[in-house]
């Protein structure tokens, strides 16, 4: 037992004897705690704890899994926040090395065991409650009969109830009759296969250290018991324990933090989602990548105490905290997202126009439009969608999905946008993160709902076939379609009940939009009502979108804003999830649709537009001719590109504006400006735009400098504020924490600096930045410099090596295409060395490469920290493949 395990002082290891009052245990029976406590850490520090945290392990493992909490708690950075915590972490009876009782303790049992062990150790409050797997029922079930003592809960992968699901497939396994007594006592083989969960793989020292108390077939009778106590029906002798935590964890007002691995084959999103209804006001996050053994597999450690410096703070934090989460004081009046279209109700005028594959069109007045929301509306309301609820709307752009925000926006339903763009893996990803209650999809998306299990009551975008119908709605488990629902809101309109709808409060949720996933994981955003109308505001104001405005939409996000602006819109006939697939004849046919004034495209649609340009007609040149505005964002456009745009839009003011999901826009710069700031270190994507502000937070060879300037030419981390800026990241708590910390700020994660003439210029991302020997570099003004070489299509600069001496490498595509990447011939290594010297970056190496690497959405954004990677073992001399 006094083993030094790997990260377990000899310290913490304690026994305890613990009178017993447990029903299975006879009359004075007393038993053998084993426990972690680093309570000889708190005392080293000479500071009062501000607590307790009291860890309660699952099955098969034992207190060894809390050992970072256990040093954590008294860290330099704990106790800079306010520290140190004491924390105690248990080993249930019969399980890890406490006594082994020769009993089955039920659910009911360790509930009152652990009250019996907190007993014994005269524990008072302030006690944060910890769990994990079937240790997280356990603990919440303390909490419940703890509540003078308790402060805080935090969850790690558990379950409180089978939440109307049957168990997952392992659990039905390690239960079956055949295999439950051989796979979890009289082999080692349930515990092998949990350690196997953890992502990465566990060392060979760790693994063993989890294995230790489980030795022999004896010391794993607790294993199986544990397995066979799980209570996965009512006739279940747990179940009625089970049922009453999880029905009075709903009175735990106390702060509640989950941490969450999605991998997790048992304890999966589901279960997560469950716990989200029962304890609403937790803070939230899920570890992308992590398993089941979350703490194996990410620091949980850090954001925990983190956590609870903000949950807990000392009357000094207490003031900073507050000033952090100041909302904006620049809102302005709060116009609700559909106002325009109530204020339209009997305007016959065109709202929204379709271009139809066959080359027709289809379209819906202001006034059927604003029938057709409502009507749906109803409908959605009689299926069961309520204020609150997420609904995932898988839909192409055009009047099916206008009509669909809105209508989720009336009822104040919470809507949620990942763009197919994402890949199939990115997209079930994204969905299984948001947890929506209804899910409403095309064909394929269903077909995709299915084979994925995504999570929501499936409802059909389209009616089926009548000779397939029947089948496919059993299929794919649909509980209704959108004719359908549009059909029943109707019909109740008609027969002279109005639809009422409560107006959502302004801070509600409105909506939750997925980032492009091209730096890392595809993120939840969340905007309220009050922060999507801001966003509205914006674009008004900025680009004077009046309502009259006639606005083709080859851009998702204007499916949600276009009519929201009363501006008359229409969608091309391209596939959005592949911006290329617009062509030149299919905008312009678009734009003469409506007499387009304004056209909103992304880069990689205008490249193909450009490309495709030798198909039109007189006529349509002259459509184009037409149109006033050109906005362009998602990625930075080149001159060349732009000028190509501008002889196609002779009379447009061609506009690039920089943003973000978390804020569009930041930054607005025309052509004009952009060929006076001229060449510089970065992309010059302009001045702030209506309402926002920019300021940088420094980069420092020692670290980042969290003083917000707004001082000429000090390359930094871009901080926005506006009041279209999110409200937060969903159930992504430590990425919301990160963002916001610096008060009044919303950390973009890109780099750049401010000029003279206060123009915002980007020089990449902050992991983008190398670290050399002679100081820090960011790559956009060399790539710059080096795409001006005869011959090369397009570069990256990324670092190879260790922070801090970092060697920059170029990567170069050239024209035409190499065959196979390597090292840069000797002439044109030459000229790139050359050209990056001139803006002063040396250069350890040039690399050729056939194509670049690029996300899956914008395909314009190039992936440079994959290029690092590869471009290290490259260079290592390791096969390397393609990138």
């Known amino acids: 037992m006094s083993q030094p395990w790997p990260g377990v002082s000899p310290a913490w290891q304690q026994v305890l004897t613990v009178p017993s009052t447990s029903a299975v245990d006879p009359v004075g029976t007393s038993r053998q705690w084993h426990y972690l406590d680093n309570e000889s850490d708190v005392l080293a520090t000479g500071k009062a704890p501000r607590g307790t945290l009291l860890c309660v392990h699952g099955n098969p493992t034992w207190s060894y899994l809390w050992r970072t909490l256990l040093a954590g708690a008294t860290s330099p950075e704990t106790l800079a926040a306010g520290g140190p915590w004491r924390v105690i972490a248990v080993d249930q009876l019969d399980m890890g090395f406490s006594e082994r009782t020769g009993t089955f303790r039920r659910l009911e049992d360790r509930i009152n065991d652990l009250s019996d062990f907190t007993a014994a150790l005269g524990l008072t409050g302030p006690v944060v409650s910890v769990g994990h797997d079937w240790g997280g029922i356990i603990s919440l079930g303390w909490a419940t009969r703890h509540k003078d003592q308790l402060a805080a809960v935090v969850l790690t992968n558990t379950a409180v109830h089978p939440a109307g699901f049957t168990l997952p497939p392992a659990l039905k396994l390690a239960l079956h009759p055949a295999v439950h007594q051989w796979g979890t006592s009289t082999t080692s083989a349930f515990l092998r296969v949990t350690h196997g969960l953890a992502a990465p793989t566990l060392s060979t020292e760790v693994r063993a250290a989890f294995m230790a108390p489980y030795r022999s077939v004896a010391r794993r009778a607790g294993v199986g018991n544990f397995v066979a106590d799980i209570p996965a029906t009512p006739e279940h002798p747990s179940w009625a324990a089970l049922d009453a935590v ?156 206008t009509t669909l925000i809105y209508a989720c926006l009336r009822l104040g339903a919470v809507i949620v946008v990942a763009d197919p763009g994402l890949g199939t893996k990115g997209l079930s990803r994204a969905i299984k993160g948001a947890g929506p209650d209804f899910l409403i999809g095309i064909e394929r998306a269903l077909a995709g709902a299915r084979l994925y299990n995504w999570p929501g009551i499936r409802i059909a975008a389209e009616d089926f076939p009548p000779a397939t119908a029947t089948a496919k709605k059993a299929l794919f488990k649909v509980a209704g379609t959108v004719p359908q629902l549009l059909a029943n809101g109707r019909v109740t309109r008609l027969a002279g009940y109005a639809s009422t709808f409560s107006t959502p409060a302004p801070d509600a949720d409105a909506a939750v939009l997925f980032t492009s996933g091209s730096t890392g994981p595809a993120k939840g955003v969340v905007y309220t009502h009050r922060r999507l109308a801001a966003m509205r505001d914006t674009l008004k104001a900025t680009y004077r979108l009046e309502a009259g405005t006639s606005l083709v939409a080859g851009f998702a996000p204007f499916a949600l804003l276009g009519p929201a602006l009363g501006a008359t819109t229409v969608t091309p006939d391209m596939d959005v999830t592949a911006p290329r697939t617009l062509t030149a004849k299919a905008l312009a046919e678009a734009a003469a649709a409506i007499d387009a004034t304004v056209v909103f495209a992304s880069p990689a649609a205008l490249v193909n537009v450009v490309a495709t340009a030798a198909e039109l007609t007189p006529a349509l040149r002259k459509v184009l001719a037409g149109v006033e505005l050109l906005l362009s964002a998602g990625a930075p456009l080149g001159q060349r590109l732009l000028t190509q745009v501008q002889e196609l839009t002779t009379n447009a003011a061609l506009h690039t504006p920089y943003g973000m999901t978390e804020a569009l826009p930041v930054t607005d710069i025309d052509l004009p400006g952009i060929l006076a700031a001229g060449a510089g270190n970065g992309v010059c994507v302009g001045t702030p735009v209506s309402g926002a502000a920019i300021a940088i937070a420094p980069v420092l060879a020692q670290g980042l400098d969290l003083s917000p300037t707004t001082a000429a030419e000090v390359t930094g981390e871009i901080l926005v504020r506006a009041p279209h800026v999110k409200e937060r990241y969903d159930r992504l708590w430590i990425t919301q924490t990160h963002s916001t910390s610096i008060p009044g700020w919303h950390r973009t994660g890109d780099v750049g600096h401010l000029d003279a003439q206060g123009r915002l210029w980007v020089e990449g991302r902050m992991e983008h930045i190398l670290t050399t020997p002679t100081g820090v570099k960011t790559p956009v003004a060399c790539e710059q410099a080096v795409e001006q070489v005869p011959g090369v299509a397009r570069a990256a600069v990324v670092g190879v090596g260790p922070m801090g001496t970092q060697a920059a490498v170029a990567i170069v595509e050239t024209a035409p295409a190499i065959k196979r990447p390597g090292l840069a011939a000797a002439p044109l290594a030459a000229a790139v060395r050359a050209a990056a010297l001139s803006v002063g970056l040396p250069l350890a190496a040039v690399i050729t490469i056939d194509a670049m690497p690029t996300d899956v959405r914008h395909n314009s954004k190039i992936d440079r920290a994959k290029l690092s990677r590869w471009a290290a073992r490259l260079l290592a001399g390791q096969k390397a493949g393609q990138p």
């Open 246 to 401: 999880s029905s009075d964890i709903r009175s735990l007002g106390v702060p509640a933090l989950m941490m969450w691995g999605p991998k997790d084959p048992v304890f999966s999103d589901r279960y997560l989602r469950d716990l989200i209804t029962r304890l609403p006001h937790a803070d939230v996050h899920r570890f992308e990548g992590a398993s089941h053994l979350v703490q194996e597999d990410r620091d949980i450690a850090a954001p925990t105490f983190t956590w609870l410096a903000q949950r807990f703070p000392t009357s000094d934090q207490a003031a900073s905290l507050e000033q952090a989460t100041t909302k904006d004081s620049t809102n302005t009046e709060y116009v609700p997202m559909l106002a325009e279209l109530d204020a339209r109700t009997a305007d016959t005028s065109t709202a929204v126009v379709d271009m139809l594959t066959d080359g027709g069109t289809r379209s819906l007045s202001w006034a059927q439009l604003s029938c057709d929301v409502d009507d749906l509306a109803a409908g959605l309301r009689e299926l069961g969608v309520k204020a609150g609820d997420r609904v995932s709307l898988l839909v192409p752009p055009g009047i099916n999905l």
